[in-house]
């Protein structure tokens, strides 16, 4: 192929050739999915995206097939890309436990479908120790903004950044943002159909295995459609410490709120409490022992 980055490493040649087939033909990967969606393959932008920069490749029968479509309307070869998959050795498993992730996430679960070939290598490189959210809730009945700070720790040397993926109540995803305290603002990725946003937002340096890392972000919405009935967050591995601030505006108080946790995502409660919220129109929560699974705030306005 002719300019093709030269590199004799499986793991990043066919993200090269892809890539460098989509600068030469002018091809955003928009018009990559449309493409494939116009050949009956539904792939999100973050998975191109990924394939793209090298962080998963196609693995699924569906993204094979997409691969094989892909050859010819980027001008290469038939067999050019597929040959530049890697070869799984025999007994090869992902880095994540997926029966233990699809345990709390349950199968084909929206993160699942928005992050596609990536989802067993999601964060793969890192173990979350303490999640901290604080999540104000405006006076339009809407989370309009979440502070989070994550500590990791990390699993394998090398790892650069931390990804975080929300799903947010308004559907007008474009108008989110993510900012952090100190470096660049990290790029966002907008998954419409899922209502869900992704950042990749990344350490000072590479982490030396075992190495933790504090990393903070405020997620805003600027979007005034939708109201909010809840906010919960899925933990895969046990954390040491998880908190959930939730804060409502003066002008928009529950009429009731409860303390839930369930051992997966859309499954019944397996202990749900009635807390009200404080004279400061506030509630928190605080698991004594956070082992797997959704914990949240759910709260119900009045009429």
């Known amino acids: 192929m002719p300019n093709a ?62 691969v094989d479509i892909l050859e010819p309307f980027l001008g290469l070869p038939n067999g050019t890309l597929r040959s530049l998959l890697r070869r799984r050795p025999r007994g090869w498993v992902p880095p994540h436990d997926l029966a233990a992730v699809r345990g709390v996430y349950g199968e084909n679960s929206d993160v699942e479908q928005v992050l596609g070939d990536a989802f067993p290598y999601f964060n793969a490189g890192l173990r979350r ?30 790892v650069r950044h931390l990804t975080v993926l929300h799903t947010l109540d308004s559907p007008r995803t474009g108008t989110a943002d993510i900012t952090v305290p ?29 190495e933790t890392a504090a990393v903070e972000y405020t997620l805003r919405s600027v979007s005034t459609a939708g109201i909010s009935h809840q906010h919960e967050r899925r933990i ?6 998880y908190l959930l601030h939730v804060r409502f505006h003066p002008s928009a108080v529950p009429s009731k709120c409860w303390h839930y946790y369930c051992k997966q995502l859309g499954a019944p409660p397996h202990s749900r409490h009635l807390v009200p919220p404080d004279s400061f129109h506030s509630t928190h929560l605080l698991p004594t022992k956070c082992t797997p699974g959704v914990y949240g705030v759910e709260w119900e306005w009045p009429d």
């Open 5 to 66: 980055p030269h590199t004799d490493d499986p793991d990043v040649m066919f993200a090269a050739v892809f890539k460098e087939a989509l600068r030469r033909r002018g091809l955003p990967l928009d018009r990559v999915r449309d493409h494939l969606q116009s050949q009956g393959i539904s792939l999100s932008l973050a998975t191109l995206s990924y394939w793209q920069s090298g962080r998963s490749q196609p693995e699924k029968s569906q993204s094979l097939r997409a």
């Open 129 to 158: 120790l303490v999640v901290h959210e604080a999540v104000s809730v405006n006076e339009h009945r809407l989370v309009d903004e979440m502070r989070v700070t994550v500590v990791v720790k990390a699993v394998r040397g090398g």
């Open 182 to 210: 100190c470096g660049p603002p990290p790029v966002l990725r907008f998954a419409p159909e899922r209502n869900c946003v992704i950042a990749d937002i990344p350490f000072g340096r590479r982490l030396a295995q075992n």
């Open 236 to 241: 895969t591995t046990p954390l040491q410490t």
